[in-house]
T-cell receptor, first 117, second 118 residues
């Protein structure tokens, strides 16, 4: 399977602990996105990378959140001092930049479900 | 700011019925993209269709069709002859149009839970 993969699929942690999620995009994709989805809602944009550069961050991404994509391939999303409000599904997506005025879909991974107790 | 509204929270139909999912959007951009994604119980978002704002031609793809009306900012999605496997949450989404290709982000609606009963 050459789709987007995420690890772990599920994470249960206690409030105040740090957690880190990993996303492996489709191999040739140079754009990587992170979204957060809470129960009963649609995904909300957090941040995205083009290669290793982080180009945009949502105001949802507080100082406790940090994302990296050091070699322009996989990405990690770390949440420090987790709070119960951080409980959500964290989705990763990737896409490939195409020629001007073209559009390439974002392909989503299965997500990491975080539960903060 | 962009906003997508899916007023239907849940819809139930009987297998083989047609079903239409409504989507209304707000944007200040003059060019943009609209999408429908499906999220089955497994959780993975699956891309279904995309429409450019500068092309209002409505199309049919298999059992899927869509009705894009720029004048009313609506992008409705129809499944013909629904099947039990169509049961999922369906999301409408909006993205900006960037001339360099590939949008920066998607803005999603809150989703419509479709249940197709046998």
């Amino acid at each position: 399977d050459t789709g987007v993969s995420q690890d772990p699929r599920h994470k249960i942690t206690k409030r105040g602990q740090n957690v880190t999620f990993r996303c492996d995009p489709i191999s040739e994709h140079n754009r990587l996105y992170w979204y957060r989805q809470t129960l009963g809602q649609g995904p909300e944009f957090l941040t995205y990378f083009q290669n290793e550069a982080q180009l945009e961050k949502s105001r949802l991404l507080s100082d406790r959140f940090s994302a990296e994509r050091p070699k322009g391939s996989f990405s990690t999303l770390e949440i420090q001092r987790t709070e119960q409000g951080d409980s959500a599904m964290y989705l990763c997506a990737s896409s490939l930049i195409g020629p001007p005025r073209s559009y390439n879909e974002q392909f989503f991974g299965p997500g990491t479900r975080l539960t903060v107790l | 700011a962009q906003k997508v509204t899916q007023a239907q929270t849940e819809i139930s139909v009987v297998e083989k019925e047609d079903v239409t999912l409504d989507c209304v959007y707000e944007t200040r951009d003059t060019t943009y993209y609209l999408f429908w994604y499906k999220q089955p119980p497994s959780g993975e978002l699956v891309f279904l269709i995309r429409r450019n704002s500068f092309d209002e031609q409505n199309e049919i793809s298999g059992r899927y069709s869509w009705n894009f009306q720029k004048s009313t900012s609506s992008f409705n999605f129809t499944i013909t002859a629904s099947q039990v496997v169509d049961s999922a949450v369906y999301f409408c989404a909006l993205s900006d149009f960037v001339s360099s290709g590939s949008a920066r982000q998607l803005t999603f609606g809150s989703g419509t839970q479709l249940t197709v009963l046998p």
